[in-house]
């Protein structure tokens, strides 16, 4: 009897133990924190991410997480993301995610200047060469979104690949003009070196502007553009725009 009981009580021991880190771990995943504690549901939803088998589907639930926690100004935290990030693209994607929360943030031009460096870093650690264009464009943009013209251009010179960098310029200054600064919009447009890319910059440009009723503007960048079909459509635009035509049937 005595022997019996010996060998039982290691069992029911094992079984008592596994039981209650079982039970332990089924309390941690289904936890409800307090609705303000956001801290605590990222948390949660991290480790349920984890969980996800489709490399695709957890990559791009992790790039939403970043992004919360840009906009909630926990920008190191947003970094961190990154690096559970499989797939290329979607680190560029989080990356621009990143970026563009930061302008409405209030940080100031030494924090942006630092955040931006380190996104830059987090761009180069991508081996791909099409996503690792992507990430310097958003890069880019994000700057330009956040009013570092500067730095906007500098990350888009650093581009090697000639139609990735006029891609860039142009669509840096595609933000720019939805700021209403055409001004370093067309700086960004006149660092294109193709005249194709520089007209359809210029066309681009010109149609933003005319929808935020910067005519004079639209006008300017319409006149710019050197290809007579896209600089009559752009300017076609802008005059409807500032006149809509009115089609009685």
């Known amino acids: 009897m ?3 009981t010996t060998c039982f ?5 094992l079984f008592i133990i596994l039981s209650t880190n079982l039970s332990a771990q089924e309390t941690n995943q289904n936890t ?4 303000k504690d956001r801290a605590c549901i990222l948390k949660q939803v991290i480790e349920g991410t984890a969980l996800i088998n489709n490399t695709a589907w957890r990559d791009q639930t992790y790039r939403e997480i970043a992004k919360t926690y840009a906009f909630d100004k926990k920008f190191n935290l947003a970094v961190n993301i990154i690096t559970k990030i499989q797939t290329p693209d979607t680190k ?3 990356i621009r995610g990143i970026g563009m929360a930061l302008a409405p943030q209030g940080y100031n031009p030494k924090d942006l200047d630092t955040m931006f460096s380190t996104l830059r870093a ?3 650690k991508i081996s791909h060469p099409a996503s690792y264009a992507i990430a310097l464009t958003y890069i880019a943009m ?11 251009w500098k990350t888009a010179s650093d581009m090697q690949n000639d139609a990735l960098r006029h891609k860039a310029y142009g669509e840096t200054a595609e933000i720019q ?3 209403g600064d055409f001004k370093s919009a067309q700086i960004s447009i006149e660092k294109i070196e193709s005249l194709s ?3 359809k910059a210029y066309n681009i440009v010109s149609r933003i502007l005319s929808d935020h009723d910067l005519f004079q503007d639209a006008y300017t960048a319409a006149n710019a553009i050197t290809n007579p079909y896209k600089k009559a459509q752009a300017t076609q635009y802008m005059l409807d725009k500032q006149s809509p035509r009115e089609i009685k049937h």
Do not use: S, W
């Not at 409800?32 to 609705?35: A, K, L, S």
């Not at 700057?143 to 500067?150: C, I, L, M, P």
């Open 2 to 4: 005595y022997h019996k």
């Open 9 to 13: 009580l290691p069992l029911f021991l």
């Open 32 to 35: 409800i924190c307090p609705v």
């Open 92 to 94: 560029a994607m989080t």
């Open 122 to 124: 987090e761009a180069e």
């Open 142 to 152: 994000a700057q330009a979104f956040a009013g570092d013209n500067e730095g906007a």
């Open 177 to 179: 003009a939805e700021k």
């Open 197 to 199: 890319f520089r007209n």
